[in-house]
């Protein structure tokens, strides 16, 4: 099974029924209690208790990506979670309390808002606070882990680096105890020979080991190559053939460059046959992994152009609605980057406007850029009529049931589980 930042337990429900999953869930997390009333300004309809800050990240940052002006008030609650020290946490219920210790701040969601937010323009206080107090919690293997002073892993690592990198930081001059960002990220590459050549491990295991995973291996691909959650495609030096996977010479350890194309040779081995990502839970059969399928297709387009990645664009665009539509924002803007990165088109991605769907989850935007403000006006416009029919009254009504089900079903899995990213390996 594929981790994809967040619990196991949360990761195991997202598979089944489809939910995006958050950044990632802090370790023996409590079991829910009802529902927090969703604030405004903030995207998507689940509780955000354990994704709030990450969503909205990702939705704010995709739509500036097609040149779509978030809307002030989903700005507004983004900026209003940060931490006095500039930590973030996955969600804070009540932005007027301050934070204290009991508040489970962690790197991902902070990483993430930096991205948007640096993105957005504006916001340069918030973003140093962020990249200072991100900078007091590095590790000293030069990464990170979720929580602060937990054990890097190579995802946490990774979207530190992206935004070290949304800021102008040079990843490679944040240095602890002597070791840099990507020494981190080097330490869970895998070598060529052997199973999973290539490939990124999430953190070794309680030996020392390193195993393949997938989602790690996209994550660690964008971040070798300086890039974050909005990465632009095409970097790669060759766009002809499929990447190859070259060890370093004897004695040394690979370079972020020649990792990242070992990392993409894994790739797209994996995809290779049915063009996507399979996720396994215990007792079933592998599925398709479109959260990880998404990331995949930027991963493999940042390192080498967008041909590489033409084959899980494809399946992308023929599979994702169901999934898109029950996971929301997260999952709109995954589409969105990989749209973005592989050169398809947004606004007509398997006959989809992507743009529209993830606009629908938020607080309408303030305006949007070229071609798009026509389409993103007349979309607004439908969505408003459609919410005014009683068709759509019923469709959405239905559809809340399901994601309330779904979440009080991640609720029930939830309880007295740790973090899965603990279990490091699946």
Known sequence: ???????AVVTAAVTVIGLAAPAAVADSSPAPSASPSLPPGLHGSTD???DGVWRQSL???????????????????????QCADGSFPAFRADPGKACDARTAVDTNSTAAAVQALAALGGHDAATGK???WLKSVQNKDGGWGYTPGGPSDANSTSVVIGALAAVGEKPESVVKNGRSPYDALMGFALPCSGDGGGAFAYQPDKKGELTANADATAAAVV?????????EGGSGKSAAGAPRCVDAGKGDGPDPARAAANGASYLARAVAENGHLVSSLPGAGDQPDYGNTADAVVALAVQGGAAQAQKPLKWLERNFEEWAEQSGPAAYAQLVFAAHAAGADPLDFGGVDLVERLNATGPAPRAADGKQAEKTARSTAKSEDSAQSSGSGLRWAVAGGVLLAAAAGIG???????????????
Do not use: C, F, I
Request: aromatic share 4%; no cysteine; glycine share 10%.
């Open 59 to 81: 939705a704010l940052l995709a739509q500036h990506t097609v040149g779509v002006r978030p809307a002030a008030e989903a700005v507004d609650w983004l900026t209003g979670q």
């Open 48 to 50: 955000p208790r354990y």
């Open 223 to 231: 971040a070798a190559l300086g890039q974050g959650l909005a990465a």
């Open 412 to 426: 029930l899995v939830l309880r007295g589980r740790g973090n899965k990213r603990r279990e490091q390996q699946s």
């Open 1 to 7: 099974m594929n981790v994809r930042r967040s619990a």
């Open 130 to 132: 962020a990249v200072s």
